[in-house]
C-alpha cells in the first residue's frame, strides 16, 4: 500500500508519467544568467577581504609585519592570528571533531593555510596588500606520505593539541576480526591487492565564499555563503560566537556546485564574519580557483589493503581490509561521530558473505584539511571502489567470468532487508535483473567476442564491471549525529487560500533540481500542480531545522519529509472537505486533486476549493482550525540503498598508452524515480566525475609538501571531449521504508564509475599481466603498467 503512487512517478513507456520527466523549475533563471550566487551579492559600502596563505607546509611563524599593508591604499583592516586569539577566535572547531586554525598563530601545518586576511575598499587593494605583509617563517620538515606520518622520527604536526607526540588522528574498526581470519584460513583461494583511492578534489564550478553584514545596533549577523548545510553552519556560528541563533541568518543562495567541497566550515567565512564586526561594514571574501584547489576539502586519500577469500568455484566467503587515511593537517571533514571512517563499512558490496573485517588508521600530514565526502555517503567511493575492484582481481586469479562471479555471490531478493556482516541493514534490493539488464544493454557477449579478435590481433580493448550498492540519506537519529545534530530534516507546507502552495525545505540545492523535484513530491501527494508550489530552501530564517544537502541525503530524508507533511495537510483537508460534503471522513475518496463522495464522484471538492474554504468564511468542522499548513520533522528510520551495475568499455592506445571511454552502459536503481530527466542529469554528471577520477586527477604534492594541482592546468578534470555518450538504464526496487519509496541518486554514478573503468583498463591490459595499477590511469601511468612497472602514486 506504502508504493501505491510508484507508477505515476515511474516513466517506463508501458506506464503512466505523472509529473515525471518536467523540466526543471529553475532553469529559466539559470539559462539567462540570472542566478544568484554570493559573488552576485552587492551591499551599500561593502568590503571586500583577501587571505594571506601560507608558501610553505610546514613552519614557525616568528613574526609578522603588517605595517606596510596597513598603510596601502584603500586597506581599512589587517588582521593576523594572534589579533584573532585575543578574542578567543585563532581556532574554530571542525564537524569531526577536531580544531583547525582560523589564521595561523603558532605554526603554519599545510601550504595555503590562512595566515593573515586584508580588508580594503575593493578586490584589487586587498590583494595588493597581501604582497607587503611580511612574515618570516622558520621553516620545518613536512610530513608528507601518510606512510611516514607514524615513524618515530616524523616531524611533530599537531603540538596544538595537549599531550599529542605523535601524527596518529583516529582509529576505527569494523566486523568480525577473529571470524573473518578463521574463514581466511579454510578458503580455497586468498586474493590480496594494495590499492590506491587518491587525493582528489571536489573541484566545484563556484569556488568559496562568504558576504557577512553585522548590524551592530540589531546584533544580527546575516551570512550569504557557499555552504550545503546552512542550518548546521548557523548552528555552529552560534556557539563559537555565543550569541542566540535567531540572530544568525545564513542565507545559502544560488550553489554553482558543491559535491561535498561545501560541507566543512571554512576558516574564510569566520574571518568575513570577523572583519564585518571590525569594521561595521558589510564584507565579502570570495576566493579563487587555487585558493579553492589548495586550502579547501580534499576528498579520499586512502591506502588501502584489500583481501579476499573464496572457495574454488567462486563463492566468496569473507573479505578483510586494511585502511591508511590521510586526513591532511586537520580532520575538517564531516562524518557522522559513530563513523570515523564514513560509511566504509559497507566495504562488503552487494555480496551474501560469512564475514568481515576492516582495520582503519587516520594520521595528519602536512597537507590541505578535508576527506570531505566528494558525492558520495561518508567514503561510500572509496569502499566500492575497494570491494569492486578486488572482486576483479578473485575472477582474474580464478579464471572467472567477473561478471558470472558477481551473478553467483549476490544477495538475494528474498532475503531483503539483508544485514551485513558489519552490521548495516540494507533495506531492499534485487541485484541480478539490474546486472543482467546491463549485461544486455552492453551486448556483453558480443562485446566479450570482439575483445578476443581485437585479443588476437594486439589491440587493447577492455570491459570493466562494478556493481555497488549504496549507504544513502543520512541518517537515523539512534545511529548517527554530526557533533551532536540529530541528522534529521523538517519540512513546511502552506498551502494559501487560492490553492497556490509554498514548500520550505530545510535542504539546500546546488544544482541537483531540488525545486522542480521536491514540487513534484508534494504535488503528487496533494494535487496542487508543480507549477503551484513554489519551493524555498536556502535561508535560515525562512526554513526549518535540518541538516542540509550531501550525501544523496535530500531525497531519502527531506524527500520523506516533503511526502510526509503533504499527507498531513491532505488529512486535514480532508476532515474540511468532509464539512464542505456533509459526509463523514470515511466516505471520502482521494483522487489527485480533489475529494468525492464514494459511490458518487459528481459530488466533489478540489484540493483549491478547500484551501478556500480553510481560509475563508463559512463553518469548519468541530475542533478544526483555519488554514491549510503543516509542518513536521522526518527522522529516517534506515538509510536507503540504492545499487546500480555499470559496465565500461575502453580502448587503450598501443603506442601511446592513452585510454578511451568507448562506452558506458549505467543501470540504476534508486527505487521509486521522481523525475528521471533530473535522474539521467546526476548519472551523467556522476560518471564525467568517475572518469575524471579513474583517468585524470589527483591532487599531488612534491617532497616539500607544494602542491601541484594548484590549477585547472595541473588538475585535470573531464570536459564533453574525454567521455562517451552515456548509455543508461533503470531497475525499480523501492525503499520499503521511505513513503513514496524513494533512494538517492545524486552520487551513485560517482561512486560506481571509478571501479567500472579502472576495471576496464586492467583487463585491456591483460596480455601484459598486469592485475592491477592505480589512479589516476593517466598514459604515463598505464604504459610503466605495461612495461611492468606499476607503482602506487
Ligand atoms: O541530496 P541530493 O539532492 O544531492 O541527492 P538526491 O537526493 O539523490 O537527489 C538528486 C536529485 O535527483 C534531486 O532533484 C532528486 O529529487 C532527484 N531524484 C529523483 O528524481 N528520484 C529519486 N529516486 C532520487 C532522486
Known amino acids: 500500500a506504502v508504493h501505491e503512487r510508484v507508477d505515476t512517478f515511474h516513466d517506463n513507456d508501458q506506464k503512466p508519467v505523472g509529473y515525471g520527466r518536467m523540466l526543471r523549475k529553475e532553469d529559466p533563471r539559470f539559462l539567462r544568467g540570472r542566478g544568484r550566487y554570493v559573488d552576485d551579492v552587492q551591499l551599500p559600502g561593502m568590503l571586500h577581504l583577501a587571505i594571506l596563505r601560507s608558501p610553505v607546509a610546514h613552519a614557525r611563524i616568528v613574526g609578522i609585519d603588517t605595517s606596510a599593508a596597513e598603510a596601502s591604499p584603500g586597506v581599512k583592516a589587517v588582521v593576523t592570528g594572534a589579533m584573532l586569539a585575543q578574542q578567543n577566535l585563532a581556532w574554530m572547531p571542525t564537524l569531526s571533531n577536531d580544531v583547525q586554525a582560523v589564521l595561523a598563530t603558532d605554526k603554519v601545518r599545510f601550504q595555503g593555510q590562512e595566515v593573515a586576511f586584508v580588508v580594503a575598499e575593493d578586490r584589487y587593494a586587498a590583494r595588493d596588500a597581501l604582497e607587503l605583509i611580511d612574515v618570516e617563517y622558520d621553516v620545518l620538515d613536512p610530513v608528507i606520505d601518510a606512510r611516514r606520518a607514524l615513524a618515530p622520527d616524523a616531524p611533530l604536526i599537531r603540538d596544538d593539541l595537549d599531550g599529542k ?47 557577512a553584514d553585522y548590524d551592530s545596533v540589531d546584533g544580527k549577523l546575516r551570512l550569504w555563503s557557499t555552504t550545503q548545510a546552512p542550518h548546521a553552519h548557523r548552528t555552529l556560528y552560534a556557539i563559537v560566537a555565543g550569541l542566540p ?9 544560488d550553489i554553482g556546485g ?28 570570495m576566493e579563487d580557483r587555487s585558493e579553492n584547489l589548495i586550502s579547501t576539502g580534499f576528498a579520499r586519500d586512502y591506502i588501502m589493503r584489500g583481501e579476499i577469500a573464496a572457495t574454488r568455484d567462486g563463492r566468496i566467503l569473507g573479505i578483510r581490509t586494511n585502511v591508511l587515511a590521510d ?85 538475494q531478493p528474498e532475503q531483503f532487508p539483508y544485514t551485513t556482516k558489519t552490521g548495516w541493514v540494507y533495506d531492499s534490493g534485487n541485484y541480478e535483473p539490474t546486472m543482467r539488464l546491463a549485461m544486455e544493454m552492453a551486448g556483453y557477449d558480443e562485446l566479450r567476442r570482439e575483445q578476443a579478435e581485437k585479443r588476437a590481433r594486439g589491440e587493447l580493448m577492455g570491459i570493466g564491471i562494478a556493481f555497488f550498492t549504496e549507504a544513502v540519506g543520512a541518517g537515523p537519529r539512534k545511529d548517527m549525529d554530526i557533533l551532536g545534530l540529530g541528522m534529521a530534516d ?6 494559501h487560500p487560492t490553492g497556490k502552495a509554498v514548500v520550505r525545505l530545510s535542504v539546500q540545492s546546488q544544482g541537483q533540481g531540488h525545486e522542480t523535484t521536491f514540487a513534484q513530491i508534494v504535488a503528487e501527494e496533494i494535487g496542487i500542480p508543480p507549477a503551484d508550489i513554489e519551493v524555498l530552501h536556502g535561508d535560515t530564517d525562512n526554513t526549518p531545522f535540518g541538516l ?28 474540511i472537505a468532509s464539512g464542505m460534503l456533509e459526509v ?19 459530488r466533489s471538492v478540489t484540493i483549491q476549493d478547500i484551501a478556500l474554504r480553510a481560509h475563508g468564511a463559512g463553518d469548519l468542522p ?29 580502448d587503450i592506445d598501443p603506442g601511446t598508452a592513452q585510454v578511451t571511454v568507448r562506452r558506458f552502459i549505467a543501470v540504476d536503481d534508486c527505487g521509486t524515480r521522481i523525475n528521471p530527466m533530473i535522474i539521467e542529469g546526476q548519472v551523467h554528471g556522476g560518471l564525467t566525475d568517475g572518469v575524471g577520477m579513474a583517468l585524470m586527477e589527483m591532487i599531488a604534492f612534491d617532497e616539500d609538501g607544494n602542491c601541484l594541482g594548484a590549477s585547472l592546468m595541473d588538475y585535470l578534470i573531464p570536459t564533453s571531449l574525454e567521455v562517451p555518450d552515456w548509455e543508461t538504464g533503470f531497475t525499480v526496487t523501492p525503499s520499503p521504508h521511505h513513503p513514496i519509496g524513494a533512494k538517492g541518486v545524486g552520487e551513485s554514478a560517482t561512486v560506481g564509475s571509478p571501479p567500472a573503468i579502472v576495471n576496464a583498463v586492467i583487463d585491456a591490459l591483460k596480455p601484459f599481466g598486469v592485475r592491477h595499477a592505480d589512479m589516476p590511469l593517466t598514459p604515463s601511468r598505464v604504459w610503466d603498467a605495461m612495461r611492468g612497472q606499476a607503482r602506487p602514486p
Open 165 to 211: 607526540t605523535n601524527n596518529h588522528c583516529f582509529d576505527w574498526e569494523t566486523g568480525d576480526e577473529a571470524a573473518t581470519e578463521a574463514v581466511f584460513a579454510r578458503a580455497d583461494v586468498v586474493v590480496s591487492q594494495d590499492l590506491v583511492y587518491p587525493r582528489v578534489h571536489p573541484a566545484p564550478m563556484e569556488t568559496c565564499g562568504a558576504v
Open 245 to 253: 541563533e535567531h540572530k544568525i541568518q545564513v542565507i545559502s543562495p
Open 258 to 285: 558543491g559535491f561535498g567541497n561545501k560541507v566543512p566550515i571554512y576558516p574564510g567565512y569566520v574571518c568575513a564574519i570577523v572583519a564585518s564586526i571590525v569594521t561595521g561594514k558589510p564584507v565579502k571574501w
Open 327 to 411: 586526513h591532511g593537517a586537520f580532520n575538517g571533514t564531516a562524518a557522522p561521530v559513530k563513523y570515523p571512517a564514513g560509511f566504509f563499512g559497507v566495504f562488503t558490496g552487494s555480496y551474501d558473505i560469512e564475514a568481515a573485517y576492516c582495520k582503519m588508521t587516520a594520521v595528519y600530514t602536512n597537507k590541505a584539511p578535508g576527506g570531505v565526502a566528494y558525492a558520495c555517503s561518508f567514503r561510500i567511493t572509496e569502499a566500492v571502489y575497494l570491494v569492486e575492484r578486488i572482486v576483479d582481481c578473485l575472477a582474474d586469479e580464478l579464471g572467472m567470468d567477473p561478471a558470472e562471479l558477481r551473478l553467483k555471490n549476490f544477495i
Open 490 to 495: 523538517g519540512c513546511e507546507l502552506r498551502v
Open 548 to 575: 542540509g544537502t550531501y550525501g544523496s541525503r535530500s531525497t531519502p530524508v527531506s524527500g520523506a519529509a516533503a511526502a510526509l507533511v503533504a499527507r498531513k495537510v491532505r488529512d486535514k483537508a480532508r476532515i
Open 584 to 602: 463523514s471522513v470515511a466516505d471520502l475518496e482521494w483522487e489527485k486533486g480533489a475529494f468525492h463522495v464514494a459511490g458518487d464522484p459528481g
Open 622 to 650: 468541530e475542533g478544526i482550525e483555519g488554514g491549510l499548513e503543516a509542518q513536521i520533522c522526518y527522522n529516517p528510520s534506515n538509510l536507503t540503498y540504492p545499487h546500480g551495475a555499470y559496465i565500461c568499455v575502453v
